[in-house]
């Protein structure tokens, strides 16, 4: 084997506990929240010590923001890979649908609605706000296009709208229904995507 190879196999076994890394810490941090969570919980969680999660990430802050980092770019790797033929609306529904999805699999940790501390450290984080800023581009033409469209309430500001949007993917009726009905995945998804797009009445 070249010293080539041996270099590649080093870096995809280090890429390889990098991504376990990142999974440990969604699932720590959707079960315990920002606050508890410590590095320690994520390197037992790996099965790694803690110097080496060190070498990985620096800090906390760090570790989280990549963690939420890599939620933001399967948003976006999902929005871009919908149809072209789908209109805002059915984008938009669709989007929810994967969040949900990812959610109720113990993948989407609400994090910057339960913690000021937790969103002003995410606000420093300039890879993530660069993140958040193009999927909100994203999700902000969707807005009004459906709103042109006669496809959305047009009466109502395109912001009202957004972050109602954003909300629903932190709803805590996920976690009631998945805990307290008998509902299945996909029927809490329907229901919850019938409750956004069609209201209660």
């Given at each position: 084997?070249?010293?080539?190879?041996?270099?590649?196999?080093?870096?995809?076994a280090f890429k390889l506990r990098e991504h376990a890394i990142l999974d440990?810490?969604?699932?720590?941090?959707?079960?315990?929240?920002?606050?508890?969570?410590?590095?320690?919980d994520v390197a037992g969680a790996v099965g790694i010590s803690k110097p080496?999660?060190?070498?990985?990430?620096?800090?906390?802050?760090?570790?989280?923001?990549?963690?939420?980092?890599?939620?933001?770019?399967?948003?976006?790797?999902?929005?871009?890979?919908?149809?072209?033929?789908?209109?805002?609306?059915?984008?938009?529904?669709?989007?929810?649908?994967?969040?949900?999805?990812?959610?109720?699999?113990?993948?989407?940790?609400?994090?910057?609605?339960?913690?000021?501390?937790?969103?002003?450290?995410?606000?420093?984080?300039?890879?993530?706000?660069?993140?958040?800023?193009?999927?909100?581009?994203?999700?902000?033409?969707?807005?009004?296009?459906?709103?042109?469209?006669?496809?959305?309430?047009?009466?109502?500001?395109?912001?009202?709208?957004?972050?109602?949007?954003?909300?629903?993917?932190?709803?805590?009726?996920?976690?009631?229904?998945?805990?307290?009905?008998?509902?299945?995945?996909?029927?809490?998804?329907?229901?919850?995507?019938?409750?956004?797009?069609?209201?209660?009445?």
């Amino acid at each position: 084997m070249s010293i080539f190879n041996k270099l590649s196999f080093k870096n995809q076994a280090f890429k390889l506990r990098e991504h376990a890394i990142l999974d440990a810490t969604t699932t720590v941090l959707s079960s315990k929240g920002y606050d508890l969570m410590t590095m320690d919980d994520v390197a037992g969680a790996v099965g790694i010590s803690k110097p080496s999660l060190y070498k990985h990430f620096k800090s906390k802050e760090e570790l989280v923001g990549e963690a939420l980092i890599r939620l933001l770019d399967g948003a976006l790797e999902f929005i871009a890979g919908l149809d072209s033929s789908l209109n805002p609306v059915q984008k938009l529904e669709a989007l929810l649908e994967w969040a949900l999805r990812v959610r109720l699999e113990g993948g989407l940790p609400f994090l910057p609605s339960t913690s000021s501390h937790v969103r002003d450290m995410l606000m420093r984080n300039i890879k993530y706000m660069m993140k958040v800023l193009k999927l909100n581009r994203q999700l902000e033409a969707c807005v009004k296009q459906g709103q042109e469209q006669g496809l959305l309430n047009a009466a109502l500001p395109t912001d009202v709208i957004l972050f109602s949007y954003y909300a629903r993917t932190c709803d805590p009726a996920v976690e009631y229904l998945q805990k307290f009905s008998k509902m299945s995945t996909d029927e809490i998804v329907a229901n919850m995507l019938k409750v956004c797009f069609q209201g209660l009445r």
